[in-house]
């Protein structure tokens, strides 16, 4: 309506102005009134002379204004209506100049100069560069965006080279002059290769067992029995977690709690361990609800699997809604961008890629198959998240059968409720109505408005100060002459500024009451009001039968005798005025009833997607913003550079006219020529073994992100895998067993000053532990560790989390990956070591070094007990020093220590100061455990344990147990 | 990476460096022990520093500043009238006509600055204070505007100013963390308000306390040992740093194993002289007078207050100290006159310290929250949130004193005059620190990024 009203104006504008253009060609008006406002307002970011385009944009010449920014043309002439600058202008998008909005008349004077064509005589090029547009055939030739070749694996004389992607990396550190490190010792990498499979360290039986193991294919026993273990799931389904920014609340602006998350994160861990081809991940990820499914139980785990799409944050408490949608769906792609295609395409939301042959309508083509996905419950405030009921015939039968004994017990409960309550209402109106008679009989001039029923202990008051009340109160406190007079002026519905926004349906009746017999005095105003209030109980009282519930005008009398901010204020428990027996029976199938509703069988629901009611295609977001769009709405399709006019075996997929086309998205990325899927994930497995993958920015395969170190070795691991079905476990197989994987970490300054960041791998590289694997050492080391796999995470925790307070349940013994996530107070240990925000796709752990980790190796509880625990075994164990370190090392380091180290070991113990405080009791004991250390003197006493235990701490701190070799 | 001064110790970087070995890193580190004080290392910087620490005291829920620092005659002339123009296309929750301020305002100090009577000691101070009455933000819900004031951005994650500040410009003093926040909410984004994304960690808040306990209890999480003193921790990290050097000896040099020795040292300071400086019992009676920590009403924000002076005269870059919870969409005359009672005083005492310090100049104290509140009534006794217009005030190094820069609306409804976005704020802000805030960049993801995204612009007109 506003938009045709300003066209209305615009077109009166235009006729009435043409008549005058014709004298001149129009740069009059503009070298007049355009161009002063151009230099003084705009050139200082966008022109030439400053130097400056923002956004893309210069305004100093015709063709640029034109030409446009980022956003598109900055204006159309004739048509003030399409362009963008008169949106700018009125503050209407964005908002410029930012300096402040230019008045009014100025503003038209723009509108008239567009409506009239825009003469604009600016025409010297400044030569500044235009605005980059996309080479597309040198983006084809791209490597990301090529199928992988079909590579053949290089011939190499050497017999490091065990298997074809050593003979991969020799060829190229042969190039080099580099030579690959000597085969690291056995335990190094037991110890390696039972972190990155298991997350857990080797137990001290299963590192004697291989260093005594004789056979030829120990190492291949091994690596079986880790693949084979159900923590492996654990270990990889938490790098998956990273990547699908896993969490158990919502953060961002409110942080809800996600009662369902867990299901999702016990589907990737599950997917994980039954080496869920990835090809077929992804499908059931991205759109598993459209899936067939078999039975109930694979239904559950497809509905469930969509959780992905899901579990990001969302601002739920965002007012313009169709931001939040906006947003979501950004989320989603983003997140999807990065995961599956190693691709930033949320860049293209404002505007085409910088960097990459992403364009802004590629985006928002995509963007079509999200928004025509069902995400959200609900867009109210606050906004829901989608949860869908997980098929299972036991429980809806089960569940069927509950519902209708409990309808049947609630309607008798419900009638006698009724009942009662009738019968309550005309005791209390009675007792109110006598106990107002007497308060009347009492000639007293004071303000009190207590009445108090000794009889049954029940007191009524009127309550002054209530928001029906107050005016009244504050009209009686006038000196009599001016009463009357004040209560007429209220009561002029044409002076009563205030009745217009009454508050509630009491003010309003109270008003009512009030106005038929305005009271002269502030006793008399009372007795108004109470005896108008009873004679309404009363009314009430006697209103009430079986509808009661569905009877609103009720229900508002209801509120204003009992609610909140009622006039009267009855201080009673409910059932007071009944007789005893009659409230007895009550109260007791009250409870019976309450006791039964407990019982109803839960009905499981998992984060998950649905189809929307209808597909939703939509146009370009100019800058991103969800209220201006270019042009019409844009058919779904795959982005330009991904599809078949760049790569011919790949065909694009055809969307459904009645579905959002996740499924052909789904089956479009495990298409096997396409470019990206396969090398994406391949690579993202060689990170987990040597952490740093082929290509160092793994979900940025585009043109600033890394080049690959062994781009031929790439090609071949994406296309072996996809050889072995996708299997995520056979490449885990091939890369730990290695020559490559098996090398030592080592110390060549040769080999380093060639190649410094290890980038050729001519050693294995040395990596810290992420935070879920040294709390799961600490506690394995400890001898708590809880090997239960999944479950919700109350159970988890034993706790409800408060959404807006700090949680910490680190001293709980189960897994790390069982922790609830809470995305605005995630606990500090995870931030410590490097996990640090749950909120967006995370590609990689970062391995900072601050000084708080130190302060939890030393002082937390959970590496107390751990350094406490391990040194009663160890003393408990052997009375053998030389043993105890033996022990300590297998333990910690999962090697045994040399001679030098014994002998240092002992030294410590012969000087260690002890007893130390600890020693002494004197202090807290350790939070939340149960084996907490000296609880009292006598069961703690011996200062060679003490000096056992703050060897054993040492051991924890010192770098060794933090880095993996 | 345009960064002015090279701090941080991702893996990459340590490589880079790893021509310098442990011995370079040992020489750096017996460098600190021989400062006089523990401040005093200045960085490179794009600009010159006009400040070098910050004091943020954030007043989380949204203050209203039509009745603390905006006065607004025509409000009280027009109460109970419709708001003359349009309310804005997204609104929290609808509101009725024009609500005056239940407060008198009066003019202070030489600058006659008008400031209303529920900060009567910031008023007193106003002579040193830079009011910015044209502040407006973009999201009208607590969540998005908290992220939109502490991180730029409502939309995606992004590093918390503290963090931007603490990797531009470092450490002050090496054995404590560069940026504090104190007694902040979990909620309305949480840690994200004071994270570090995809900035090294390093420049993560550390965290006293949340806005649930009493400031009393609040501490560095793992900063003491429930079982074992000083003594007896260093004879065990020493014998720690015996095996982390016997390990070096025997594999070779790794600068990564040779920085976490020096971290462990660190940790070992920061575990002695943290909780001397968050001792507060050090200070003087008249002190602990001043910031009000002798009256319950103010112990709380007064400790905040003291606590944040001595962790900036310590050396840390950004002290926000948090306090909760300014939302009255009702009962505001009752609740706005407990909250300010609670930290106007401490403020008050936390300005007249610094500036008997000496520190004022070099020290900028800003007061503000994630938005203001609407000028129209929510109820008879409330203000809905309004992001569209809300004062902020600086205090101290390199703004003008007793200066107001910027206007609202006749009502304070709209920023209208010298209009200053949250960006502008933060580009400003990095300024007044020396820092550029196009320049201030980190590479993520295949992209440039800054505090202030692709907007932003320094406010010239506060700066003195």
Redesign the interface.
């Known amino acids: 309506m506003q938009t045709f009203m300003r066209l209305i104006a615009m077109n009166i504008a235009c006729s009435c102005w043409l008549t005058w253009a014709v004298a001149d060609d129009g740069t009059a008006y503009f070298e007049q009134h355009i161009r002063p406002v151009l230099v003084e307002h705009c050139y200082e970011c966008h022109s030439n002379g400053a130097g400056k385009a923002e956004g893309g944009l210069r305004l100093d010449t015709q063709s640029s204004m034109l030409e446009g920014g980022d956003s598109g043309p900055s204006l159309v002439p004739g048509m003030p209506a399409e362009s963008m600058i008169m949106d700018a202008l009125n503050y209407e998008s964005v908002e410029m100049p930012p300096s402040g909005k230019l008045d009014a008349a100025t503003i038209a004077k723009f509108e008239n100069w567009i409506s009239s064509g825009a003469a604009d005589p600016r025409t010297e090029d400044s030569g500044m560069p235009k605005k980059p547009s996309i080479d597309w055939e040198q983006a084809e030739n791209y490597w990301a965006f090529q199928p992988a070749d079909d590579v053949r694996v290089p011939t190499v004389e050497n017999a490091w080279a065990t298997s074809p992607l050593d003979q991969f990396i020799y060829a190229r550190l042969a190039e080099e002059d580099l030579s690959p490190a000597p085969e690291a010792s056995r335990s190094t990498w037991l110890r390696r290769v039972s972190f990155d499979l298991i997350g857990l360290p080797p137990t001290p039986q299963q590192l004697d067992d291989f260093l005594s193991d004789p056979r030829d294919d120990a190492y291949e026993l091994v690596v079986d029995r880790l693949l084979r273990s159900p923590h492996y799931g654990e270990r990889w389904g938490r790098h998956w977690l990273d990547l699908a920014r896993y969490a158990d609340t919502n953060g961002a602006d409110e942080n809800h709690k996600y009662p369902e998350s867990w299901r999702y994160r016990d589907y990737v861990v599950e997917a994980f361990n039954s080496d869920t081809p990835y090809d077929r991940f992804i499908h059931e990820q991205l759109a598993g609800d459209l899936l067939p499914a078999r039975s109930e139980a694979e239904r559950r785990k497809l509905l469930t699997a969509t959780g992905f799409l899901v579990i990001g944050p969302k601002m739920l408490a965002e007012q313009d809604k169709d931001k939040l949608v906006a947003d979501i769906v950004d989320e989603q792609l983003d997140t999807v961008g990065k995961v599956f295609l190693g691709l930033t395409l949320g860049c293209a939301r404002c505007h085409d890629h910088k960097f990459d042959p992403i364009t802004a309508a590629d985006y928002y083509a995509l963007a079509g198959i999200f928004h025509s996905t069902q995400t959200m419950e609900h867009l109210d405030h606050v906004s829901q998240w989608s949860e869908r009921v997980l098929p299972d015939a036991v429980s809806a039968q089960l569940l069927n059968d509950f519902e209708q004994h409990f309808a049947q017990q609630q309607a008798e409960v419900q009638a006698l409720r009724i009942q009662a309550r009738q019968q309550e209402k005309l005791v209390l109106a009675e007792r109110l109505k006598s106990l107002w008679m007497s308060r009347l009989a009492i000639d007293d001039e004071s303000l009190d408005s207590s009445i108090a029923d000794d009889e049954s202990n029940v007191s009524l008051r009127l309550v002054l100060d209530s928001e029906a009340l107050t005016p009244w109160v504050q009209l009686s406190q006038l000196p009599e002459s001016e009463f009357a007079k004040a209560v007429e002026e209220r009561f002029d519905p044409n002076t009563n500024a205030e009745s217009n926004q009454t508050e509630s349906a009491t003010k309003d009746w109270v008003f009512n009451v009030i106005g038929q017999r305005p009271p002269e005095t502030a006793l008399e105003l009372i007795d108004v009001v109470v005896a108008a209030l009873s004679q309404r109980w009363l009314a009430l009282a006697t209103e009430l039968g079986e509808n009661e519930k569905a009877d609103k005008k009720i229900q508002t009398a209801e509120r204003m005798l009992f609610g909140k901010d009622a006039p009267l204020d009855v201080t009673r428990e409910p059932g007071q005025f009944l007789p005893s027996n009659v409230r007895e029976e009550l109260a007791a199938r009250v409870k019976q009833f309450k006791e039964l509703e407990k019982q109803r069988p839960s009905v499981a629901k998992a984060m998950a997607v649905d189809e929307a009611k209808q597909v939703k295609l939509v146009a370009v977001h100019v800058r991103g913003n969800h209220l201006q769009f270019a042009g019409d709405p844009l058919p779904r399709r795959v982005p330009k550079i991904l599809s078949e006019q760049h790569i011919g075996q790949l065909p694009s997929p055809a969307f459904p006219e009645g579905g959002s086309g996740r499924l052909q998205f789904a089956q479009w990325l495990t298409h096997p020529d396409h470019p990206l899927t396969a090398r994406v994930m391949v690579n993202r497995i060689w990170q987990g073994h040597f952490g740093e993958g082929l290509v160092a920015s793994p979900s940025n395969f585009g043109l600033r992100g890394d080049l690959p170190s062994h781009p031929q070795l790439l090609d071949w691991l994406a296309a072996e895998f996809q050889r072995q079905g996708w299997s995520i476990k056979a490449m885990h197989r091939m890369i730990v067993l290695s020559s490559t994987y098996r090398m030592a970490w080592i110390n060549n300054p040769e080999s380093e000053e060639i190649d410094p960041e290890n980038r050729l791998l001519w050693r294995q590289n040395r990596r810290r532990l992420e935070a879920e694997p040294i709390r799961d050492a600490l506690l394995a080391i400890g001898g708590r560790l809880d090997h239960e796999i999944g479950g919700a995470w109350e159970a988890a925790s034993g706790k409800y989390v408060d959404s807006g307070a700090s949680w910490s349940d680190l001293d709980s013994p189960r897994r790390t990956l069982h922790l609830p996530i809470n995305r605005a107070a995630l606990d500090d240990f995870f931030s410590t070591f490097d996990y640090v925000d749950p909120a967006a796709s995370l590609e990689k752990r970062p391995a900072t070094i601050v000084p708080h980790q130190t302060l939890f190796l030393m002082n937390h509880p959970l590496s107390m007990h751990a350094g406490w625990a391990l040194a009663q075994r160890v003393t408990s164990a052997t009375q053998s020093p030389v043993d105890r370190v033996r022990m300590a090392y297998a333990n910690v380091y999962g090697r045994y220590p040399n001679d030098d180290e014994i002998r240092r070991a002992r030294e410590f113990i012969e000087q260690a100061e002890t007893p130390s405080l600890w020693t002494r009791g004197a202090l807290v004991n350790v939070a939340g455990t149960s084996d907490n250390g000296p609880n009292s003197d006598d069961k703690f006493q011996d200062a060679e344990v003490d000096a056992w235990v703050r060897y054993c701490r040492s051991l924890l701190l010192a770098n060794e147990f933090l880095y993996i070799d | 990476m345009h960064h002015p001064s090279q701090t941080?110790?991702?893996?990459?970087q340590v490589?880079?460096r790893?021509a310098m070995g442990f011995g370079a890193l040992a020489l750096a580190d017996m460098l600190y022990h021989t400062l006089p004080a523990a401040r005093g290392n200045e960085p490179k910087t794009h600009f010159p520093m006009r400040a070098k620490r910050v004091i943020f005291l954030f007043m989380h829920g949204g203050p209203s500043h039509v009745d603390t620092f905006d006065y607004k005659p025509l409000l009280a002339r027009d109460n109970?009238k419709p708001l003359p123009f349009d309310k804005p296309?997204?609104?929290?929750a609808e509101t009725?006509?024009l609500l005056q301020s239940p407060w008198k305002f009066r003019q202070y100090g030489q600058s006659g600055a008008w400031v209303s009577d529920l900060f009567p000691h910031v008023g007193n101070c106003a002579d040193n204070i830079c009011f910015i009455k044209s502040m407006h933000g973009s999201?009208?819900?607590?969540?998005?505007a908290?992220?939109k004031m502490h991180t730029g951005s409502?939309?995606?994650?992004r590093p918390s100013m503290g963090a931007w500040i603490s990797y531009g410009l470092g450490n002050e003093n090496q054995n404590l963390p560069s940026f504090v926040t104190i007694r902040p909410?979990?909620?309305?984004?949480?840690?994200?308000n004071f994270?570090?994304?995809f900035l090294?960690?390093?420049h993560?808040a550390?965290?006293i306390g949340?806005n649930?306990g009493p400031m009393s209890e609040a501490t560095i999480?793992?900063?003491?040992?429930?079982?074992?003193?000083y003594?007896?921790?260093r004879?065990?990290?020493d014998?720690?740093?015996?095996?982390?050097h016997?390990?070096l000896d025997h594999?070779?040099?790794?600068a990564?194993?040779e920085?976490?020795?020096q971290?462990?040292e660190?940790?070992?300071r920061?575990?002695t002289e943290a909780p001397e400086i968050m001792d507060l019992s050090q200070e003087t009676t008249a002190t602990h007078r001043m910031y009000g920590i002798d009256d319950p009403r103010t112990e709380n924000f007064g400790r905040e207050c003291l606590l944040a002076r001595r962790l900036s005269e310590a050396g840390v870059r950004f002290v926000q100290a948090s306090h909760s919870y300014w939302d009255q969409h009702s009962e505001l005359k009752e609740k706005h006159t407990a909250l300010a009672a609670e930290v106007d005083k401490p403020i008050a005492g936390l300005l007249q310290d610094l500036k008997a310090r000496g520190l004022l100049d070099e020290t900028l104290v800003i007061w503000g929250a994630e938005f203001g509140r609407t000028p129209t009534?929510q109820?008879?006794n409330g203000r809905d949130h309004n992001p569209h217009a809300f004062t902020y005030w600086m205090a101290g190094g390199g703004v003008k004193a007793g200066y107001s820069h910027g206007a609202s609306d006749d009502y304070g409804y709209y920023a209208?005059?010298?209009?200053v976005?949250v960006h502008?704020f933060h580009a400003t802000l990095l300024y007044l620190l020396g820092l550029d805030h196009e320049r201030l960049t980190y590479r993520y993801?295949?992209?440039d990024f800054r505090l202030t995204d692709?907007a932003g612009?320094v406010v010239n007109g506060i700066i003195a």
């Open positions: 941080s110790c991702s893996r990459r490589l880079k790893s109970g296309r997204v609104q929290f009725g006509n999201n009208e819900a607590h969540g998005g908290l992220l409502d939309t995606f994650v909410t979990m909620g309305h984004g949480g840690v994200r994270g570090s994304a090294p960690a390093e993560q550390t965290r949340t649930r999480e793992n900063l003491k040992n429930p079982k074992l003193d003594r007896e921790l004879q065990e990290l014998y720690a740093q015996g095996l982390n016997l390990q594999q070779g040099h790794d990564v194993l920085s976490r020795i971290s462990m660190l940790a070992f920061m575990q009534a109820g008879n209208q005059h010298d209009r976005h502008d993801g295949g992209r692709i612009q």
